[in-house]
């Protein structure tokens, strides 16, 4: 069973060691807490409902209680700890399996804070976990979805043919799946594909004033005949 530490919040410059495993380069999975209860159900008021499809926090706060590692982790940057998200949980030791279910906060989307997540989880749980499949269900008119699984290594399964009609929409489902196996040979993919590791930046970084006494240092000298 996933458990939390209790206790004064930590120093700003250090990472609790439960959390450790939950950190990747842009944001880290944490428990959550009461105070972030108003910012998430504030993300589901400001959701789009062709994209998002339901009420991520809405549909998961029930869930208070764990069960084995079922859990309800926020989603929160690593340069200034920003609560930007949650992401919910459901497994099945006895099978190996688990799926989850995804939400960020309209204003913090296109930072890359989602794939970040996805890939600190699927980490998580297989490596350190030992589970052994990953199935996620996701709405077929979700195509910024279906593409960053896609990156992330998942394949899709099929296409259930139950559809619903939503506000002139259907809707249909596609399952992706991805196992410990094809995770572990696509993360050195994923990690080439990143770059080079850099936490502080993001869709908002800027680079540092120069102060007045800076200057630019000499050019190199050209080579001469």
Avoid at 88 to 115: E, K, L, M, N, V
Avoid at 183 to 200: I, Q
């Amino acid at each position: 069973m996933i458990t939390h530490a209790s206790g004064p919040a930590p120093a700003e410059d250090r990472v609790p060691a439960e959390e450790a495993g939950r950190t990747g380069w842009k944001v880290r999975l944490r428990e959550v807490r009461p105070a972030d209860r108003r910012t998430l159900a504030g993300f589901d008021r400001s959701r789009d409902p062709q994209v998002d499809g339901y009420r991520h926090w809405a549909t998961h706060r029930r869930g208070t209680a764990d069960s084995g590692d079922d859990c309800h982790f926020a989603i929160e940057t690593l340069h200034n700890r920003t609560l930007v998200g949650s992401i919910w949980i459901r497994t099945d030791p006895s099978s190996g399996w688990f799926s989850y279910g995804i939400g960020i906060g309209a204003q913090h989307r296109r930072c890359g804070y989602a794939a970040d997540a996805v890939a600190v989880l699927l980490r998580f749980l297989f490596e350190q976990r030992h589970y052994r499949k990953c199935e996620v269900s996701i709405n077929g008119g979700n195509f910024a979805s279906l593409s960053l699984h896609g990156e992330l290594g998942f394949r899709e399964e099929g296409r259930p043919r139950d559809t619903e009609l939503r506000r002139g929409h259907i809707r249909y489902p596609v399952l992706m799946g991805i196992t410990a196996d094809e995770f572990a040979a696509h993360h050195p993919f994923l990690a080439a594909a990143r770059g080079p590791e850099r936490l502080w930046r993001g869709r908002h970084w800027r680079t540092r004033r120069r102060g007045r006494h800076w200057r630019i240092g000499p050019a190199p000298a050209k080579p001469t005949a």
